[in-house]
């Protein structure tokens, strides 16, 4: 073969293979329920988080295998976390850190650990794990990075476990098929009132190839809606009114059990 035409075969190959399309995945992601109502016998919901992944051939089988990792958040808050030290024989406060922007609640759930999915770099630039969030603190009127073993970042993750607001599943995405896959999201009766966002992002390969968003809405319904828009709206006749009750109730309990 002569030189000018291995080049026009090489060219032609080109070609081709540029006029082949990539295969590009698109994560598909849906809840069971949108609006989480909270009354007076609120004890925790389980939503379920559910979906499919599909390519640009609904009939093309998968070629490589997935995992996903969703990440349930909740409103966003700066909370101030406290070290206690005896001083002569009290325990008092004696040093501070103040935790901006945290999430008042963090669930992250996944098909198998972390480790397995992508490499330590991929998984802190993609923000996958609760050892990759709650990393800034306020320290002397800046903003730093602090390490993962940091005794306030420590104490502060421990308590919000403690309370059920904070925990991951490294197995609690399952897939149903090669492309459909299902998990479920528990929020206790302590999580916030507001909207909670659940990222969902798709790895393969260990890179992300794919990510979507859903939402859900945590709202108080009733009495506890009216009590809870009346301290925020009227904060200060609300104070009142509560005092007030206080006062008549233990008025009416010194009557009734007062002995003659």
């Known amino acids: 073969m002569t030189a000018p035409s291995a080049r026009c075969t090489l060219t032609a190959l080109f070609v081709v293979l540029a006029a082949v399309p990539a295969r590009a995945e698109r994560l598909v992601a849906s809840l069971s329920n949108r609006t989480v109502e909270i009354t007076s016998s609120f004890t925790g919901v389980e939503l ?47 040093d501070s850190r103040t935790l901006p922007d945290v999430p ?74 090669p492309t459909l896959y299902r998990a479920s999201i528990f929020v206790p009766a302590e999580a916030e009132v507001g909207t909670y966002n659940v990222a969902v992002k798709l790895f393969a390969d260990g890179a992300m190839i794919a990510s979507t968003d859903e939402r859900f809405d945590i709202v108080t319904v009733g ?27 233990g008025w009416f309990a010194s009557i009734v059990f007062r002995r003659d």
Do not use: C
């Open 48 to 94: 379920v988080l559910f979906g499919t992944i599909e390519g640009d051939d609904p009939t093309d089988p998968p070629q490589r295998d997935y995992d996903i990792v969703a990440t349930a958040t909740g409103p966003r808050q700066t909370l101030v976390t406290w070290r206690k030290q005896r001083i002569f024989g009290i325990w008092v406060n004696a």
């Open 104 to 177: 008042s609640y963090l669930s992250v759930l996944s098909t198998r650990p972390y480790d397995e999915i992508a490499d330590r770099e991929t998984l802190r630039r993609e923000g996958i794990g609760i050892d990759n969030a709650v990393r800034t603190q306020k320290i002397g009127g800046r903003l730093v990075d602090v390490p993962a073993d940091d005794q306030f970042r420590q104490a502060f993750l421990r308590l919000e476990h403690d309370h059920r607001l904070y925990g991951e599943t490294t197995d609690a995405v399952k897939f149903l098929t």
């Open 223 to 249: 009495f506890e809606h009216f009590i809870a828009g009346a301290a925020v709206d009227h904060g200060i006749l609300y104070g009142l009114v509560t005092a007030a009750m206080a006062a008549m109730t």
